[in-house]
């Protein structure tokens, strides 16, 4: 059984979305890929990731004992006993709760739930190879993507048909893990597919853009999402800076609706210097987003960003010309994706 996931794009709304304010999401070809074969050994589960060079073992009984662990280092992480980058020590782990929870339902706040069904062992042992196209740690979803493909291709194999909600709910959760409290977007518009608004925990579907969006990736972030919510929660009472957000993000869609790239690029401007007033977007990034604007163009960072370092994740650059020598003079690899309408495959 073979599952795929896509990555997805934030064009505008990131960290307001937190606070009640919408956001815009797009799902992007490029994918997460799991793939569950069997295995002679019974009772064991394989886990191999080739980008991380892991390949290692589980008895069902150690997956739950280690991601039952997992679950107790996130709680400690949001009660503020443990630093969130204390909490997901290895590639693997969140790969792990997935596994889990597609064999067994498993909760995280509790222990594997008693849902008819969904306890019974397989048979004999599986392998699940997860293979993906999405840089990890830049904005583009693949923690999401990666944790839908596998739960997918699992419960998949296992011959369990489970409603769309439950993917979105389970993968939802094991966001936690990467991100603390996440706002849900990534796990929704990963699992849906599409471009989607998203308001008040509530999705509803766009006109995907058609046409190419083109991206800059200044270097995996030195801080993780959940670091860089937890900074901009100092900002959290500011209402007219909230509401700034929203206005843009509603100018951002009306822009894309009406494939207005002048007003695009205006709303990605102030989207820009709202980003920077909430201390998200490193000193160089912002560097090379005032170089593009000086060429006639607008950039954005389309995920949480950074509160250390140099390094962003991905920019999304708008912009006629694109600015391919500066992005050479930065270092910077360009990247062009695409909407996809279409969200979890299986074969």
């Known amino acids: 059984?073979?599952?795929?996931?896509?990555?997805?794009?934030?064009?505008?709304?990131?960290?307001?979305?937190?606070?009640?304010?919408?956001?815009?999401?797009?799902?992007?070809?490029?994918?997460?890929?799991?793939?569950?074969?069997?295995?002679?050994?019974?009772?064991?589960?394989?886990?191999?990731?080739?980008?991380?060079?892991?390949?290692?073992?589980?008895?069902?009984?150690?997956?739950?004992?280690?991601?039952?662990?997992?679950?107790?280092?996130?709680?400690?992480?949001?009660?503020?006993?443990?630093?969130?980058?204390?909490?997901?020590?290895?590639?693997?782990?969140?790969?792990?709760?997935?596994?889990?929870?597609?064999?067994?339902?498993?909760?995280?706040?509790?222990?594997?739930?008693?849902?008819?069904?969904?306890?019974?062992?397989?048979?004999?042992?599986?392998?699940?190879?997860l293979d993906s196209d999405i840089p990890p740690g830049c904005g583009l979803g693949s923690s999401a993507a990666t944790s839908l493909s596998v739960l997918r291709a699992v419960t998949g194999y296992l011959g369990r048909k489970m409603e769309q909600g439950w993917y979105e709910r389970a993968a939802g959760q094991i966001e936690e893990l990467h991100h603390g409290r996440p706002s849900g977007v990534d796990a929704t518009t990963c699992a849906r597919g599409g471009c989607l608004r998203f308001h008040n925990g509530l999705a509803s579907p766009l006109p995907p853009p058609v046409f190419p969006l083109r991206l800059v990736h200044t270097g995996t972030p030195a801080t993780n999402t959940a670091a860089c919510v937890f900074h901009v929660k100092r900002h959290a009472g500011n209402g007219n800076l909230w509401d700034a957000f929203e206005q843009v993000t509603r100018a951002t869609e009306r822009a894309l609706l009406r494939r207005d790239m002048v007003a695009c690029r205006q709303a990605v401007r102030r989207n820009h210097r709202l980003l920077v007033e909430i201390g998200v977007v490193p000193a160089r990034v912002q560097e090379f987003i005032a170089a593009v604007e000086r060429q006639g163009g607008a950039a954005k960072i389309c995920g949480a960003g950074a509160v250390t370092g140099d390094s962003a994740g991905v920019v999304w650059v708008v912009a006629d010309p694109f600015p391919t020598p500066l992005c050479r003079q930065y270092g910077y690899a360009i990247m062009t994706v695409r909407a996809r309408a279409d969200a979890l495959k299986k074969t």
Not at 60 to 83: D, F, H, I, K, V
């Open 1 to 129: 059984m073979q599952a795929q996931a896509p990555g997805k794009l934030i064009l505008s709304g990131e960290h307001a979305v937190v606070y009640g304010k919408p956001a815009i999401a797009v799902a992007v070809d490029r994918q997460a890929t799991a793939a569950v074969t069997s295995i002679n050994t019974s009772d064991t589960v394989s886990l191999t990731l080739p980008r991380y060079g892991i390949a290692a073992t589980f008895s069902p009984s150690q997956l739950r004992e280690q991601t039952q662990a997992l679950w107790q280092r996130q709680r400690l992480a949001q009660a503020g006993r443990l630093s969130t980058t204390e909490v997901v020590t290895d590639p693997v782990q969140p790969l792990q709760a997935a596994v889990i929870h597609a064999m067994e339902g498993f909760n995280p706040m509790d222990s594997p739930t008693a849902r008819p069904g969904l306890n019974a062992r397989p048979s004999a042992g599986f392998a699940v190879r």
